[in-house]
């Protein structure tokens, strides 16, 4: 079993919709949580942490669910802009990221 | 500008030739860390560096090798020994080694390294 798992996509969704992204990993002593996105041919980039509490930046929610070892990312009113790479990355060990394949978005007018 | 950056944007290497990989950070970051991107994967660890003068092997650290003689340089080579070298590699950097609570880790433009 891989230590991150996402479903890779694509999801291709209308402007305006609301999308979710589940990610799941393998061991329960992960440290902390973070979503990353990464446009095509580019490098990726911190999108959010995510906190035990869950945590909003806008129109992005972002959930953990220790009991059951995953985290989601919730967008809505996605723009054409969304368009990317979403990735779910776990600190494992408190010194090691480990980053999942990633899931594609794609908005469309 | 506080930042990574990385050189060149796209390398090409003949069979059997070693090539470096340029890294710069001006945060100020101890620990740096090199990445392979391969299609449809996630992020592989190729090698980390917590402090100048220290590394340590990632998961994937076979054909390749590096040095941390400065704080603010990680280059990587790819050597000859690595058969598949084709990939995006990505540098990236943390403050300290992740040990802190939601410390993450910030990433260059990364290089496209393509086998002539």
């Known amino acids: 079993r891989k230590e991150v798992e996402q479903d890779p996509g694509p999801f291709n969704v209308p402007e305006g919709a609301t999308v979710a992204f589940n990610c799941t990993y393998s061991n329960s002593a992960s440290q902390s949580f973070f979503w990353y996105r990464q446009d095509c041919r580019k490098e990726p980039k911190l999108l959010m942490s995510v906190y035990s509490s869950g945590n909003e930046d806008g129109r992005f929610t972002a959930q953990l669910n220790r009991a059951s070892q995953y985290i989601s990312l919730l967008i809505r009113d996605s723009k054409l802009s969304d368009s990317a790479t979403y990735l779910c990355?776990?600190?494992?060990?408190?010194?090691?990221?480990?980053f999942g394949a990633g899931t594609i978005l794609r908005v469309k007018s | 500008d506080g930042g990574i950056t990385q050189s060149p944007k796209y390398l090409f290497r003949k069979e059997g030739q070693n090539v470096t990989l340029s890294c710069e950070q001006n945060l100020n970051h101890d620990a740096m860390y090199w990445y392979r991107q391969d299609p449809g994967q996630g992020l592989r660890l190729i090698y980390y560096s917590q402090i100048v003068n220290d590394f340590q092997k990632g998961d994937i650290a076979e054909g390749y090798s590096v040095s941390r003689e400065k704080k603010e340089s990680f280059p990587l080579t790819v050597t000859s020994a690595q058969k598949n070298p084709t990939a995006f590699y990505l540098c990236a950097s943390s403050i300290t080694r992740l040990a802190l609570a939601q410390e993450t880790q910030y990433f260059g433009p990364g290089t496209r390294l393509l086998v002539l």
């Open positions: 990355v776990v600190n494992l060990y408190g010194n090691k990221l480990v």
